[in-house]
């Protein structure tokens, strides 16, 4: 594990060495607002915003936001499932089940495919039953989306 007094030896390199403060504040502005204070988001994109690593510097391309308005193709159930998980924190199948009031399969069903989105997480509890959570780092974005298609309060 690299040890964080360290980072403060390295340079940053944005595209345009001209505009170097400008481009370096504008990043990290958008970073904090992209982010909304949720590390996990931070550290996600701050990794994918790394273009290169040479020496004592880290090129940094510029910061994109993703695009969370495919959610408005989902179907009702896994929209609401999604609010759900933030309303509540996490969900087993057994909990979606009585929430939604529906069959096993039909819960796995929903909760698979937003796994294999990767929206969702899943960990395994002490009973063995998964333990399905928003995937922490595009937690806000998620939420965010909801709240624009008032699936989330």
């Known amino acids: 594990m690299m040890n964080l007094n360290c980072i403060e030896h390295f340079k940053f390199a944005f595209l ?11 990043f990290f502005d958008r970073l904090y ?11 996600f994109y701050w990794m994918k915003s790394i273009k290169d690593f040479k020496n004592d510097t880290i090129y940094i391309k510029p910061l994109k936001k993703l695009d969370f308005r495919f959610l408005e ?6 929209l609401l499932t999604l609010s759900n998980l933030i309303q509540h924190g996490s969900l087993t199948i ?4 009585e929430i939604f009031n529906c069959d096993e399969e039909k819960s796995k069903a929903i909760l698979n495919f937003l796994n294999s989105a990767n929206l969702i997480h899943y960990d395994m509890n002490e009973r063995g039953e998964k ?9 806000k974005p998620v939420e965010i989306e909801l709240r624009k298609l008032n699936i989330f309060d």
Not at 16 to 26: I, K, P
């Open 16 to 26: 345009n060495q001209d505009r170097q403060q400008a481009l370096e504040n504008d």
């Open 33 to 43: 607002e992209a982010c909304e204070g949720n590390i996990t988001s931070a550290l």
């Open 94 to 97: 057994r909990e979606h089940q």
């Open 73 to 78: 193709t989902f179907e009702i159930d896994k």
């Open 131 to 139: 333990v399905f959570y928003i995937n922490p780092a595009i937690y």
